[in-house]
């Protein structure tokens, strides 16, 4: 009796070219690009700024993006339900752009990947980073809705320079006033990055920190985080200080104002990453000087 045939699958079941480029759109709307590159970008200039040459820079740049992309796409799976109950459009997931099994999946995999390259650096650079990735997970996941929303930002940022640091020979701890910069800066950057969000996160019961104190005082917050951070990382290193650096602290001192004075809106965020790349400038020029 001659074989049966397998029926072919129908057509449908297989994915179209614009089914799957709409995924991968939609996938990398779902990681929070601007602040995953933004916080990319730092770490590269710091691993410039510390000496860890082509091959540690590029390690670098990769485990901290593979670390960034699993902490963004952990994000929007997280908030699904309240991104839906808000009505909230402009996010993939929430909009239907990508599935919700496709952004865990990449989740995962992205932080399967972040993991051996994270050791490559060394086990005392790969433990650190990894606990700054587990620290932004556990606020993805638990903390964005208590008061302590603010510690895994500072938590996060403060641990990046020590990533960079610990890999290179000897495996050196950065200096004090870097991983103190750093810390304000990440939790300045948390107050300031919900502040566009802050009605609806009420709504949805997110009561982290910022919404706990109103928009208008968590704006205040913002700024001064920002100018306090500017302010460790400008006077910090030793030798005399740069006119970029009082012009810096200037621009943090702007900056700080706009954002105390605008808490609506995406502008406030985006005025605290373009002072974090002024100050990541400001390091790689003190630090190979």
Excluded at 136 to 147: F, G, H, Q
Excluded at 224 to 247: D, E, F, K, N, Q
Aim: with cysteine; net charge positive.
């Amino acid at each position: 009796m001659p074989a049966r045939l397998a029926s072919p699958r129908p057509a449908a079941a297989f994915p179209s070219a614009a089914g799957r480029l709409r995924t991968v759109l939609g996938l990398l709307a779902a990681c929070h690009p601007v602040p995953a590159a933004a916080v990319t970008l730092l770490a590269a200039a710091l691993a410039v700024a510390v000496g860890r040459g082509p091959s540690g820079t590029a390690l670098t740049v990769a485990a901290v993006a593979a670390g960034q992309l699993s902490v963004g796409w952990c994000n929007d799976r997280a908030d699904l339900r309240r991104d839906l109950a808000a009505g909230r459009r402009d996010k993939p997931l929430a909009a239907g752009t990508v599935s919700p099994a496709a952004v865990a999946g990449a989740a995962g995999l992205a932080l399967l990947c972040c993991v051996p390259l994270s050791l490559a650096a060394g086990r005392a650079a790969g433990a650190v980073h990894l606990a700054a990735v587990a620290a932004a997970w556990a606020y993805n996941l638990r903390l964005k809705a208590t008061a302590v929303s603010w510690v895994p930002y500072a938590v996060a940022f403060g641990l990046l320079p020590a990533f960079v640091t610990l890999g290179l020979p000897g495996a050196p701890w950065p200096p004090a006033w870097l991983t103190a910069g750093a810390a304000l800066l990440g939790a300045g950057a948390h107050f300031a990055n919900v502040l566009p969000d802050i009605d609806d996160d009420l709504a949805t019961g997110i009561t982290g920190l910022p919404q706990r104190l109103g928009a208008r005082r968590a704006a205040v917050v913002a700024g001064l985080l920002v100018l306090a951070s500017t302010a460790v990382l400008v006077a910090g290193p030793p030798g005399r200080m740069t006119a970029y650096g009082w012009g810096l602290l200037g621009g943090a001192a702007v900056t700080a104002l706009l954002v105390s004075s605008r808490p609506a809106g995406r502008l406030p965020f985006l005025a605290v990453l373009a002072l974090a790349g002024a100050d990541a400038v400001l390091l790689v020029v003190r630090m190979r000087g």
